[in-house]
């Protein structure tokens, strides 16, 4: 027998490990401190409303996922399981590169190279698991409009998991990593998203 699956009670454990990251990040923020101290951390200031926001942004496309489809499966279900997974340690780097951006961390060369490509894997990592569900969804649908939506944010996303492996690829070869290149390289995103959505938008249908 069938039983159906209640995406409500997924959300909710979701919603509650995105919560158990903030209060990670918050954690490591180091609050004891008097007030003047925190003032003059300002780097850790920085990188730790970058991650928040960061970690917020993520929120919102997991939110938007549900509000589209809400379909769930025990794919869905496992894919977001990793998504989850990747999310609580995916903060932690992502503040160690902020700050070496800052010119906080002290890092070699070595180093930036290996932190580059530990943020560009779970970046990709996570928007693969976002571009896995929608195209699941996809699969599923039957209603041709929403379809077309699925099916649109299943590629837009696979994009963001096309330049984190083009990040991991610069990385790893040292191309450009005094200018910061593996990270510039995500301002791509921008005119490949834009072209993706008026090709798709002249090939099927407009899509939300």
Partial sequence: MNVPHHGSRLQAFSDGVFAFAATLMVVSFDLNSGVRVLLSQ????VAF????????????????YFRRSGYVDYWIITFNSLL????????????????????EEGLTRQGLADLFQLYSIGFALIFLCYSLMYFRAFKKERGLDRGMTLLFYA???FIYVLMGLASVLLSFLGAGLEYGL?????????PLCYAHSKWFERKFTPID
């Fill in 182 to 190: 593996p990270g510039f390289v995500y301002a791509l995103l921008g």
């Fill in 49 to 64: 409303g970058v991650s928040f926001f960061v970690l917020v942004a993520l929120w919102v496309v997991h939110y938007n």
């Fill in 84 to 103: 989850l997974f990747v999310v609580l340690y995916y903060v932690f780097p992502l503040k160690s590169l902020v700050k070496s951006w800052l010119g």
């Fill in 42 to 45: 300002w780097a850790d200031l």
């Fill in 155 to 157: 590629r837009h996303f």
